[in-house]
């Protein structure tokens, strides 16, 4: 157990998460100022999220030749100085950028970001204690959230004042320090394993590096289980994105952007408080892990149902404030779970996997809601999003004897 070092890790990922806001707040309105295109600027989160979904894939080969604090090391240090010459390039370029290059560069920053999330979640059971790891995993949360809360904010407010080239600056700072911090976290020595259980790197192709992750969750009852919640709750969690709950707040609530403003804000003030919520009292949902993810997801499924059908602006801004500690109580758990049911050597490998599947979700999910926004109406969109949710919980009914015996809890698979 190594609580120093997770708390540089904590640090680094909060600075790490604050300078990506900051970054694509104020890329987005040099892009949009460059070029006068709304097109251009959309551009700039689909490269980020397809890269991430390439660089998920990809990353069972990092790992084998890197363990996870040095793989963190060069993630970090790549987007420090990929981001230098962005910031260098957007400077000199006079206002008039070559969007092959600022994708170019936008796409490798993220192609490094996707090896970070799995990597981290992988890094945080090796640094604190097995009755620890619910509340490092409420911290980490609650510091993401209060980043995201105050985040785009803060950004918008920056960008206006001191303009986007000095932001970026900015942005290169918060980098430097989160560099910095990373290479403090000091890797726990790996636990020993059985000769015969390891598999020579020569012996290993790159095709079954690449399936590994995958495999153990195939041939997991408890990783498939979570996985498959996981990825249903995405299908419908996506309806939270900016555009579907401005349309909502205009359509249903009969509200301007102001409002849009306070749903986001109350949205992301219940996840903070979620995430407060679970650290305070870990213990008593640390007993019962399994029923308290199931817990905040029937929470979360009812109140996004009757959110659906509310017209007044008052009721929706405090269900979506009181749906926030729900929703970090399921994911939070969820999280637990997953880290509980790999060994240590797995998990980064699974935690990939997983980030691959979760993200290709979400861009289906995204086209398939705009789609869907326009046939039924935003109404029933934010109805079919609490049914995802509700189906999400009934799945957890039934595989909830994989997450019964504590003796298999203890072992990972």
């Not at 918060?174 to 394993?193: D, G, M, N, Q």
């Not at 949902?285 to 929470?299: E, K, P, T």
């Not at 109140?303 to 405090?318: D, E, G, K, R, S």
Request: aromatic share 10%; proline share 3%; charged share 15%.
């Amino acid at each position: 157990m190594n609580r120093k070092s997770f708390y540089w890790l904590w640090s680094s990922q909060t600075l790490s998460n604050a300078a990506d806001i900051l970054y694509v707040t104020a890329l987005t309105v040099l892009v949009l100022q460059g070029t006068e295109s709304v097109v251009s600027t959309i551009l700039v989160p689909f490269f980020r999220i397809f890269s991430q979904i390439i660089s998920g894939f990809l990353a069972p080969l990092m790992l084998r030749k890197f363990r996870l604090q040095r793989l963190m090391l060069v993630s970090q240090g790549g987007q420090l100085l990929f981001f230098a010459i962005l910031a260098t390039y957007l400077v000199q370029s006079d206002g008039l950028p070559s969007l092959g290059v600022v994708f170019g560069l936008v796409f490798m920053m993220s192609f490094l970001d996707g090896w970070t999330t799995p990597v981290r979640n992988a890094l945080v059971p090796r640094l604190v204690g097995k009755d620890w790891l619910m509340r490092a995993n409420g911290l980490i949360s609650v510091s993401d959230q209060t980043v995201q809360f105050a985040g785009w904010g803060v950004s918008g407010v920056l960008v206006a004042f001191l303009g986007a080239s000095p932001v970026m600056l900015i942005v290169l700072g918060l980098y430097i320090i989160a560099f910095i911090f990373t290479a403090l976290i000091v890797e726990p020595a790996k636990r020993s394993v059985p000769e015969e259980a390891i598999l020579p790197e020569s012996a290993q192709t790159r095709r079954e590096a690449l399936l590994e992750g995958w495999k153990k969750i195939a041939v997991s009852p408890r990783l498939r289980a979570l996985t498959l919640i996981d990825s249903i709750d995405m299908l419908g969690g996506s309806v939270w994105v900016g555009a579907f709950t401005l349309i909502f707040v205009q359509e249903a609530l009969g509200q301007g952007e102001e409002w849009w403003g306070f749903i986001n804000a109350s949205y992301f003030a219940g996840a903070v408080l979620g995430g407060l919520m679970v650290v305070t009292l870990v213990k008593k949902f640390q007993r019962r892990l399994f029923d308290s993810m199931l817990v905040g997801i029937l929470g979360y499924a009812g109140l996004t149902l009757v959110y659906a059908q509310t017209t007044v602006p008052i009721a929706a801004l405090f269900l979506v404030l009181i749906m926030g500690p729900f929703a970090e109580l399921s994911m939070i758990a969820r999280r637990t779970l997953i880290q509980q049911s790999a060994s240590e050597e797995d998990l980064p490998k699974v935690l990939s996997a997983q980030a691959t599947v979760l993200n290709i979700i979400f861009c289906a999910s995204l086209l398939g809601m705009a789609k869907l926004a326009e046939s039924i109406g935003i109404v029933n969109l934010y109805l079919y999003a609490g049914g995802m949710s509700v189906l999400a919980f009934v799945i957890g009914i039934f595989v909830r004897k994989h997450f019964t015996n504590k003796s298999l809890l203890e072992k990972p698979l």
